[in-house]
């Protein structure tokens, strides 16, 4: 399972807790079809990664003074920083997440099977055009 850096994270309150229902391939049901009683929900807890107080107050800070016009060389360097910052956080619970609910997707290694991930996004999105009437 892949874990989450959290190298560039300081501070006390590093984690989020997130229920989410667990994905097994053995409870995907057709469209139309009923779950069975005996398949019970289960619930996992992810670790989600974030900015720290102090860095998301100055990147709100930076962002506001950005759309204003009013940013230095390096305060401009410095929002750039935060929000690479910001990007790799969400990126890497994105994979976390990915890999709590459907570990279908994921390869033995913990890494996520683009070519699986591909196809079920393709399958969703067949099924969402399906039940739109479109």
């Known amino acids: 399972m892949i874990m989450p850096d959290l190298t560039l994270l300081s501070g006390a309150s590093l984690f989020d807790k ?3 229902p667990q994905y097994s391939s053995g409870n995907l049901l057709e469209k139309g079809e009923t779950m069975p009683s005996s398949v019970r ?4 807890s992810v670790d989600l990664q974030r ?3 102090e860095s998301r107050a100055r990147l709100d ?3 506001d003074h950005n ?10 360097q410095e929002l750039q920083r935060l ?3 910001y990007d790799h956080i969400l990126l890497q619970n994105t994979a976390a997440l990915l890999c709590a609910i459907r570990p279908d997707l994921v390869d033995p290694s913990g890494r996520i099977n683009r070519a699986r991930l591909t196809k079920a996004a ?3 999105a067949r099924l969402l055009r399906q039940s739109s009437g479109s």
């Open 41 to 44: 929900e289960a619930t996992v």
């Open 67 to 76: 759309n204003e016009g009013h940013l230095t060389p390096d305060e401009r």
């Open 51 to 53: 900015l720290d107080v």
């Open 122 to 124: 393709r399958r969703t």
């Open 83 to 85: 929000v690479a910052q």
């Open 61 to 63: 800070w930076l962002l």
């Open 18 to 20: 997130l229920a989410c």
